[in-house]
């Protein structure tokens, strides 16, 4: 079965430096992936998607996401991190390869950013 | 726009009680899903229904259950609340198609007493 593997619950950066948030995934057919962002007491918010297209993704608010076949990983990154940017990030796979197919998502357990003034 | 909307967004129940959580979205999604979300656990698949009147299991249905009357309309019905089921509630819709995002409603939070 499809799975997601976030690495470390809490991940913590001063403001202005690197963001790395890590994602692999099981699959050894290139699944389509989602980065999700939640800000406290709201849902979830599509921060970017990997759907085949293009390697490098990039999404809203400067985050960019990088698919890797060969690590099996699409990792979360931002240059610059912005106080603004604390929130939980969470993975998610889809179970499905077909594009016109409906599916499920399959979530990872979430990485909460802190980002220190 | 309204997209995705949950009500009630919080909710407290006695152990035994009953309820239904209502979800809606005006974006003539085919697809929609109820998540549960638990610490440290992500979120995991209650049920889904990919059209009106086809619904089906995800990875943790039991002592919930769903219908799908309408396109609009997905609730998710709590028939003998337990504490165990103390979550944060998510609704979500999509087109259908895998390489289409979810859209996601703010969420209920519900406390089993």
């Known amino acids: 079965a499809q799975s997601v593997t976030q690495l470390g619950s809490h991940v913590s950066v001063s403001e202005g430096a690197l963001v790395l948030l890590r994602c692999n995934y099981s699959s050894s057919v290139p699944p389509y992936l989602f980065w999700y962002v939640q800000y406290p007491n709201q849902g979830l918010q599509l921060l970017l998607k990997y759907t085949s297209a293009a390697t490098l993704v990039k999404g809203i608010n400067g985050f960019e996401a990088e698919f890797k076949k060969s690590e099996t990983s699409f990792h979360l990154t931002k240059p610059s991190a912005h106080m603004s940017d604390a929130a939980e990030y969470f993975c998610?796979?889809?179970?499905?390869?077909?594009?016109?197919?409906?599916?499920?998502?399959?979530f990872g357990s979430g990485t909460r950013l802190l980002v220190r003034p | 726009n309204a997209g995705v909307t949950q009500t009630p967004k919080f909710q407290v129940l006695k152990t035994g009680q009953s309820m239904t959580l209502q979800c809606a979205q005006d974006m003539n999604h085919e697809y929609m899903s109820w998540y549960r979300q638990d610490p440290g656990m992500g979120l995991r698949l209650i049920h889904y229904?990919?059209?009106?009147?086809?619904?089906d299991q995800g990875e943790v249905p039991n002592g919930y259950n769903v219908s799908r009357s309408t396109t609009e309309d997905f609730p998710l019905r709590l028939l003998s609340a337990a504490p165990s089921q103390t979550s944060v509630y998510f609704c979500a819709s999509s087109r259908g198609r895998a390489d289409h995002p979810q859209h996601f409603g703010d969420g209920t939070r519900l406390s089993i007493l």
């Open positions: 998610a796979v889809s179970d499905n390869y077909q594009p016109d197919s409906s599916y499920k998502l399959i």
């Open positions: 229904s990919v059209g009106a009147g086809i619904t």
